[in-house]
């Protein structure tokens, strides 16, 4: 029988045992409240940190409006599980990489002018009133360079991630009590 001896108690495996498994039901929601925290900060990270001109040269916002972050729980795994991204075909060719044919549909563009009425060249192009050009449907080849905002946001947050993990188990098992996301947060002795 192992003995594990502290100043002022000493427990056997049974007791250990026994404690462990009365807070496991506190261990595992402290856990989810740990990958809830974890999957929204790194949506957060990826928005601020890496769509906003880093990566992606934000033009309308599609791509940071598209990206969402769920937290879950799979009790037949025993596991916790949080998954953050995006659903548009577009960000998924930025994060992974693409090359390839893409069908451009027919459309209409718009048509600027470069030179003035007497032929001097302008400083920034003005759009011509009025005038559309038409553009036929075609084949277009593409090489988008894979550019990782979604992976080296989870390379940077794991540090970080590890940090919470212990905190909500030592929440769980010290205080006796489900951890919050401020205790997650705040800097806890131990």
């Known amino acids: 029988m192992t003995t594990l001896k ?11 045992r026994r404690a462990v498994v009365k807070a496991m039901p506190r ?7 740990a990958v809830s925290v974890t999957t929204l900060r790194m949506t957060r990270w990826v928005i601020t940190r890496k769509l906003l001109g880093q990566y992606l040269n934000r033009r309308t916002g ?20 949080g998954t953050f991204g995006s659903n548009l075909e577009y960000v998924k060719a930025h994060e992974q990489g693409f090359q390839g044919t893409v069908q451009v549909q ?12 007497r032929g001097k060249r302008l400083k920034r192009r003005k759009r011509v009133e009025g005038a559309l050009a038409e553009v036929r ?3 277009r080849n593409v090489n988008i360079r894979a550019r990782h905002f979604f992976r080296d946001t989870l390379k940077e947050q794991k540090p970080a991630f590890d940090v919470r993990l212990r905190k909500a188990i030592l929440v769980a098992v010290r205080l006796g009590r489900v951890a919050t996301p401020a205790d997650l947060e705040s800097t806890f002795g131990g």
Do not use: C, M, N
């Open 137 to 139: 449907a075609h084949s």
């Open 27 to 33: 261990i595992r929601k402290s856990l989810l409240v």
């Open 6 to 16: 502290t100043p002022a108690f000493e427990y056997d495996d049974a007791q250990v």
């Open 62 to 81: 599609t791509a940071i409006r598209s990206i969402s972050a769920s937290p879950s729980w799979w009790p037949t795994d025993d596991g916790a599980a």
């Open 106 to 117: 027919a459309h209409e563009r718009r048509l600027f002018r470069y030179r003035s009425a």
